[in-house]
């Protein structure tokens, strides 16, 4: 039978009865609270009742929703950390050649144990080692080779290694430690407890299945989560398109052109200036869409420093209202012919942006 992971019953059960102690911790919360004086005066009982009712039943809703949310991912993380305990566990593999500091004699194997390392400390095994001729004292290692050493207690007055006694009485358990050196004393006092047996709980069935919600609760809560979530989004839409309304408005009247309206929309403008047989190449497609281009000027009084710079300030200026925008690259200019890359933007969040850095 496997040491550490149990049946599965065994974590829900475990998750269970967590549900419900935190659950019953609301409700002991809202009993105690004191609600503040509304105008100097106190509420009346009724009243606070009701407040009072409103606000549980509303933590009581999430806690066990949220409970049942993170139920099957918790129970799943609890198994797999206890597989692989033992998984460390079994495979394990004692050190050889240990022997006795005393008489030198190789020393027997009598057990091993999961030393748990706590917070970002991994777990270990440690084997423990006795000699068979009854030498003390015995040794222990863990599972990587390295000895398991007792931490010194030194003395505090003078640093010498203390002397450790252990006396036990019916009522407590005494460890004495004192140094021989400068003679400093401490006494260690632990009350002996009775052991209590864990008494049964006789409402946990009861409460268990008023706070863990059943598969078709949690769907339901689950829906009503996402609805809720998705209402606030869009309520969080509207507040921000209301702030910034002004914004939103010139996005609406901005001229959202297909890339054959581009063509169409551009040519008349550019053979004004005299830039003739405006092309585009095919789209390169990915998150925005690139387009590129090329023209040719058709005035010869114009070089190409004047040409590049004469088309680029007019782009700008054709494309300023529309969603379409010159690439920084900028144009080049080779023999009367120009060529360079459009931008187009689809999506409202983009058109926004470029509004916003216009």
């Given at each position: 039978m496997s040491p550490y992971l149990k049946d599965e019953q065994y974590y829900k059960d475990l998750y269970d009865r967590h549900t419900v102690e935190e659950c019953r911790r609301l409700i002991r919360i809202s009993?105690?609270?004191?609600?503040?004086?509304?105008?100097?005066?106190?509420?009346?009982?009724?009243?606070?009742?009701?407040?009072?009712?409103?606000?549980?039943?509303?933590?009581?809703?999430?806690?066990?929703?949220?409970?049942?949310?993170?139920?099957?991912?918790?129970?799943?993380?609890w198994m797999a950390q206890d597989a692989a305990k033992d998984q460390l566990y079994e495979s394990a593999q004692p050190p050889t050649g240990i022997r006795c500091l005393s008489c030198h004699t190789s020393m027997v194997l009598l057990g091993k144990d999961l030393w748990s390392g706590g917070l970002n400390e991994p777990d270990r095994v440690l084997f423990m080692f006795d000699c068979p001729k009854g030498c003390i004292p015995r040794r222990a290692f863990y599972d990587n080779g390295e000895e398991w050493k007792v931490k010194r207690d030194l003395c505090p007055e003078c640093n010498t290694e203390l002397i450790y006694e252990d006396r036990d009485t019916k009522e407590k358990f005494i460890s004495r430690y004192f140094c021989k050196h400068c003679g400093y004393e401490r006494l260690d006092e632990i009350t002996r407890t009775t052991s209590v047996e864990?008494?049964?709980?006789?409402?946990?069935?009861?409460?268990?299945?008023?706070?863990?919600?059943?598969?078709?609760?949690?769907g339901k809560y689950i829906r009503e989560k996402v609805s809720l979530e998705q209402g606030t989004k869009l309520l969080e839409e509207w507040k921000e398109r209301d702030k910034n309304r002004e914004l939103y408005d010139k996005v609406g009247k901005i001229k959202k052109l297909t890339i054959v309206e581009l063509e169409k929309f551009i040519v008349p403008i550019?053979?004004?200036?005299?830039?003739?047989?405006?092309?585009?190449?095919?789209?390169?497609?990915?998150?925005?869409?690139?387009?590129?281009?090329?023209?040719?000027?058709?005035?010869?009084?114009?070089?190409?420093?004047?040409?590049?710079?004469?088309?680029?300030?007019?782009?700008?200026?054709?494309?300023?209202?529309?969603?379409?925008?010159?690439?920084?690259?900028?144009?080049?200019?080779?023999?009367?012919?120009?060529?360079?890359?459009?931008?187009?933007?689809?999506?409202?969040?983009?058109?926004?942006?470029?509004?916003?850095?216009?």
């Open positions: 009993q105690e609270t004191k609600y503040p004086l509304m105008d100097g005066k106190k509420l009346n009982s009724k009243l606070e009742s009701g407040m009072k009712k409103m606000t549980l039943d509303l933590m009581l809703y999430f806690e066990k929703g949220e409970r049942y949310i993170n139920k099957e991912e918790t129970i799943q993380k864990e008494k049964p709980d006789p409402d946990f069935a009861k409460d268990r299945d008023k706070f863990c919600l059943t598969k078709e609760e949690g550019l053979e004004k200036a005299g830039y003739i047989k405006f092309q585009l190449s095919n789209p390169e497609i990915g998150k925005d869409i690139f387009v590129p281009f090329g023209v040719y000027d058709s005035r010869g009084d114009r070089n190409g420093q004047a040409s590049e710079y004469d088309l680029k300030r007019l782009l700008k200026k054709t494309l300023k209202d529309t969603n379409w925008r010159l690439m920084s690259d900028g144009v080049s200019y080779r023999l009367g012919f120009l060529g360079g890359r459009l931008r187009g933007y689809e999506k409202e969040e983009d058109l926004l942006k470029l509004i916003q850095n216009k």
